[in-house]
């Protein structure tokens, strides 16, 4: 794995920099403990789209290898690994978001990560970085309209780049669901 590298998200504005004003954070984003916080994220990518969750949900990274299909199980599950003795169930990260499901090549790497006390292996096409961020570089994810869930989503991470799309393991899986893919 690469170094730790560090992007200067959240530059301020022209407007700022003249009355010396920090950017204002949302009650959103300290609602969810971003206030003041520095943030350890990795960042994969799902398509053309990248995406990060925070590192502490994150027991490791692999690379490819196929799964073992469990018949009947939900859409999203591919199957499940042995991971050093212990039998985890692999999810097609893309398809769980709603995506086209991922087409495994040799760049996909597989993201095995701690989710309410279970451990689960995500399918993304790449691993990108390993980032620090601020946390009141975490954007709000706007209303877009009233039937769109944006629960899975913690926040938006702006950069020179692009957008990053912070992710909420714990609420993507919640813990029925994965009651559901252990049984």
Partial sequence: MQPQTVLKLGARTPA?????????????????????ETLEIIAFRLHDQEFCVKTTTIREIRGWAPSTPIPHSPADVLGVMNLRGTVIPIIDLA???????TVANERSAIVVAEVHNMVIGLVVDRVSD?????GDQVQP?????????????????ANETGMICFLNLARMFKDRELDDVAA
Avoid: C, W
């Avoid at 398809?95 to 499901?101: A, C, T, V």
């Avoid at 390993?130 to 601020?134: E, H, P």
């Fill in 16 to 36: 700022e920099s003249r009355n010396g004003k920090e950017p204002q954070m949302t009650n959103a984003l300290k609602m969810a403990g971003f206030d003041g």
């Fill in 141 to 157: 994810v706007p209303e877009i309209t009233t039937s769109f869930d944006k629960s899975y989503a913690e926040g938006i991470i």
């Fill in 130 to 134: 390993i980032l620090t961020v601020r």
């Fill in 95 to 101: 398809h769980k978001l709603g995506m086209k499901s």
